[in-house]
């Protein structure tokens, strides 16, 4: 068997070594990319409350957010109006209060429901 000279030895661990370093850039891109992907509003509600995230209600608070981000005097005017004084603001901050624990109740007993098994099924 001959021997390989030096320079060809060089020349193959060069390319071994571009190849390797293309190898985890391209690694690099998709871990940012799904990174970027796990970061969005949609993944963290989802994240946050998976149960809640399935139903009516994702889509609505989904809806909120970008309204909220294209419309930012929107949120502006309902913090301010939720947060001046007098009676009427501290009714509507309790019953608003009230309405998103009954329905994070009711997204919850929905998620119990579906994970547990059927009884008629033993």
């Given amino acids: 068997m001959a021997k390989r000279s030096p320079t060809v030895d060089r020349a193959v661990r060069i390319e071994l070594l571009r190849a390797r370093a293309a190898i985890e850039r391209e690694s690099l891109a998709q871990g940012i990319a799904s990174a970027g992907r ?9 994240g ?9 209600a994702s889509r ?4 909120a957010i970008s309204l ?20 009427r603001s ?24 579906d994970s547990a098994p059927d009884a008629g099924d033993r």
């Fill in 38 to 46: 796990r970061l969005e509003p949609a993944s963290l509600i989802k």
């Fill in 48 to 56: 946050l409350l998976p149960g809640f995230a399935s139903g009516n």
């Fill in 60 to 63: 609505w608070a989904l809806q």
């Fill in 68 to 87: 909220a981000r294209r419309y930012p005097i929107v949120s502006s005017s309902l913090s301010a109006m939720l947060m001046r004084g007098g009676k």
């Fill in 90 to 113: 501290k009714l509507l901050k309790i019953a608003g209060g009230a309405f998103v624990g009954w329905q994070l109740f009711k997204a919850w007993q929905g998620a119990r429901q």
